[in-house]
């Protein structure tokens, strides 16, 4: 059975609002690493050994096909993902792309498809925070209610909801009682 542990570490988000000091690409690509670690601890958390999960074996596009097949994400998530995927795959392995307003203006037309609608800005690189940010919580939330873990009220993390049956009120007939029905 799996684990069902999901939890994003606090200094991994914390990383990702810093990174808006260094600029818009910077914060773009620690951005995506964070929603692939979301992804990453989603399949983690619903296969039985998930200690033979290598991170550097699966990339994102494959981690967005096994969430999506578990059903823990909407079809509109996966649209945004692979949206992200895309851009961050240009900004890595091309010298000539730019992040530009068209990015945060494609993100918002996907996150509008899901029912999100992102306030506008004044500048396109605080849309695009604000885009990347959205889809953090969506996706976090998205995946706690695809695993069915929910805060708990302590500080401790996450928890899965107890899934033990409650013990039944009605007394099981004796064994005597059984047969003697049986022979009628």
Known sequence: MASRRYKIAP???????????EGPTSFYL??????????LYAVKATVEHPDKLQ???IKMGTLIDLV?????ISDGMVAVLRYVDSVRNNLAHSLDFELTGAVPTRL????????????????WEEELEIC??????????????????????????????????KPSTKKKPSVKKTRKAMRR
């Open 55 to 57: 991170k550097t074996s």
């Open 68 to 72: 999506a097949a578990l059903g823990l």
């Open 108 to 123: 918002t037309e996907l996150l509008n498809a899901i029912g999100i609608v992102p306030n506008r800005t004044s500048t």
């Open 132 to 165: 990347l940010l959205i889809a953090y919580v969506m996706l976090d939330g998205e995946v706690k209610r695809g695993l069915k873990i929910w805060p708990t009220k302590s500080h401790s993390g996450l928890r899965k909801p107890s899934m033990k049956k």
């Open 11 to 21: 200094q991994d988000f914390r990383r990702f609002h810093d990174a808006i000091k």
């Open 30 to 39: 620690r951005g995506h690493l964070l929603l692939e670690r979301i992804l």
